[in-house]
């Protein structure tokens, strides 16, 4: 039986080389889809700066380093447009993936600055899984600002709540194990569960880690060390020049540490132990964009 895609000469730029195919039943030709079709730069260099970027090399280092150990010059804008392009393609399709429940949902925030103004970044975490289920990353934290980051949540992982609430609700109010949300005081959050998970869950307030030893109940440590590390990011890079940098590099590293990232305590990805497993490979940033690309409905 004759084929019905077939080889079609390459496409050349200054820096890579990829086959073209012909397929014979449309009489097009394409670039098998990699995640990385139309990049000027080989597809290894591209995941480096990803990888180094979200891992805490400032953008000066980032450019040495490619350059001392691969011999290629980049500029800021390039990378740039690398971190926007893959941020949003990534979370993208991450919407679509459903990560198991296990532990407690901590919510909480860091701000960073923009230029001369204070920004937030809201994150929410599974405390056993480390799945940092939702980033939102917002001017002010308003009440709506946090009902945004709620319905993030109720698309997220809501069917779960609900589920688990249908399978404890006969038992007496105070011996169901609802799946349980924590946070600080901030009314915003309180609006924001009521608005989503009033009559399904249940929502504890949290204390930071220094706290701890005082032996205050339903520490909010998950999340606050998660918000550590990313303060400890943030020193290097000195804030965001724009908002949509800012937006990019949070989601960006969400999926960073969801899917590449093994957690030393797991000693597996917060994904594996989410029970969301993917054919990513050892290089898992290279992997997670092939695949993402390859499977994305969207594409």
Not at 40 to 50: H, M, R
Not at 203 to 213: D, E, H, R, W, Y
């Amino acid at each position: 039986m004759e084929d019905k895609v077939v080889k079609s000469g390459v496409r050349k730029n200054k820096y890579v080389t990829k086959q073209r195919y012909l397929c014979k039943r449309c009489n097009k030709r394409f670039i098998e889809p990699d995640g990385f079709q139309h990049m000027s730069y080989p597809k290894e260099i591209v995941v480096k700066v990803l990888h180094l970027y979200v891992a805490g090399l400032s953008l000066s280092k980032i450019r040495e380093y490619v350059y001392q150990h691969e011999g290629f010059h980049l500029r800021d804008s390039v990378i740039g447009y690398w971190i926007k392009k893959y941020a949003h393609m990534l979370s993208t399709f991450e919407k679509t993936l459903i990560p198991k429940v296990k532990g407690r949902i901590h919510t909480d925030e860091v701000f960073v600055r923009v230029g001369t103004d204070t920004f937030y970044s809201i994150n929410t975490i599974d405390s056993k899984t480390k799945y940092i289920l939702a980033t939102t990353f917002v001017k002010k934290r308003t009440k709506l600002s946090c009902r945004v980051h709620f319905k993030k949540l109720k698309e997220k992982i809501g069917a779960q709540v609900k589920e688990r609430w249908k399978k404890e609700r006969d038992k007496p109010q105070e011996e169901r194990k609802l799946i349980t949300f924590v946070s600080d005081k901030f009314e915003g959050y309180k609006d924001g569960f009521n608005h989503y998970f009033y009559r399904f869950g249940r929502l504890v307030f949290g204390v930071p880690i220094a706290c701890k030893k005082y032996g205050l109940k339903h520490n909010n440590n998950p999340i606050e060390r998660e918000n550590e590390d990313i303060k400890q990011r943030y020193k290097t890079m000195r804030g965001f020049k724009s908002f949509s940098g800012g937006e990019a590099f949070f989601e960006l590293r969400r999926i960073y540490r969801n899917f590449v990232h093994i957690h030393p305590t797991l000693n597996k990805t917060p994904a594996e132990a989410s029970g969301i497993t993917l054919p990513l490979g050892r290089n898992k940033f290279l992997g997670i964009i092939f695949f993402f690309d390859f499977y994305s409905p969207i594409e």
